[in-house]
């Protein structure tokens, strides 16, 4: 089992929509979580960091955190095509908390 | 307020040359982390130092791969005779005291062995 899963995708919305990216992690006493929005061949670029359980808004970004389901989410609303990016899922392992394990990210496409 | 500065951006080598990456964290940051991301891969974590310590290495292969981050100057991470299967995208990712979960990331170097 991987420690992050998310599903690779592309996942396609349209323009205005609300484009909803998911991830799982397998370390129940992982305790950080953090979303990083990835253009092709550039760099990680931190977007969002959720800590407890709930949603975290940031402009039209939300991060929703269940530690019990072991899952948290992305929903970015009003997608732009300039969203359009890989999005990343990394989260703090309990065992090791200085690193961060990442997920494969899932591909985000937003058409006009 | 500069970023995470990492040069080269983008190195070739040769099988058997060295490789030498550079990174210098934003200012504020003190702690310095080295992540390699393969072609349709996720990042994997490596190394994570602070001036002069290396604090943890687990993700770094055995043999080959070495990293520091002097008192003076940038963190170097160093690959000794390398082999295709080196060819990636190395990031360095820098965090504030107190806060080493909030990691931001370098522009990377691409590395291509040939």
């Known amino acids: 089992q991987k420690e992050v899963e998310q599903n690779s995708g592309p996942l396609s919305v349209p323009e205005g929509a609300i484009a909803s990216l998911n991830c799982t992690y397998s370390?129940?006493?992982?305790?950080?979580f953090f979303w990083y929005r990835q253009y092709s061949g550039k760099s990680p670029e931190l977007i969002m960091s959720?800590?407890?359980?709930g949603d975290k808004e940031d402009g039209r970004f939300t991060a929703q955190l269940n530690k019990a389901s072991q899952y948290v989410s992305l929903l970015i609303r009003d997608s732009q095509p300039s969203d359009s990016a890989t999005y990343l899922c990394?989260?703090?392992?309990?065992?090791?908390?200085?690193?961060?394990?990442f997920g494969t990210g899932t591909r985000l496409q937003v058409f006009p | 307020n500069a970023g995470v500065m990492q040069n080269p951006r983008h190195l070739v080598r040769r099988r058997g040359q060295e490789a030498r990456l550079r990174c210098s964290p934003m200012k504020g940051h003190s702690h310095v982390y080295w992540y390699r991301q393969l072609p349709e891969e996720g990042l994997k974590f490596m190394v994570y130092l602070q001036k002069e310590n290396i604090i943890d290495e687990s993700g770094m292969p055995k043999e080959r791969f070495s990293a520091e981050f002097p008192k003076e100057g940038p963190s170097i991470l160093r690959i000794q005779q390398v082999v295709r299967g080196d060819s990636a995208a190395y990031f360095c990712?820098?965090?504030?005291?107190?806060?080493?979960?909030?990691?931001?990331f370098g522009p990377g170097t691409r590395l291509t062995v040939t």
């Open positions: 990712a820098s965090s504030p005291p107190f806060r080493t979960n909030e990691q931001y």
């Open positions: 990394a989260v703090t392992p309990s065992y090791n908390t200085d690193k961060l394990i």
């Open positions: 370390d129940r006493g992982s305790q950080s």
């Open positions: 959720i800590y407890s359980n």
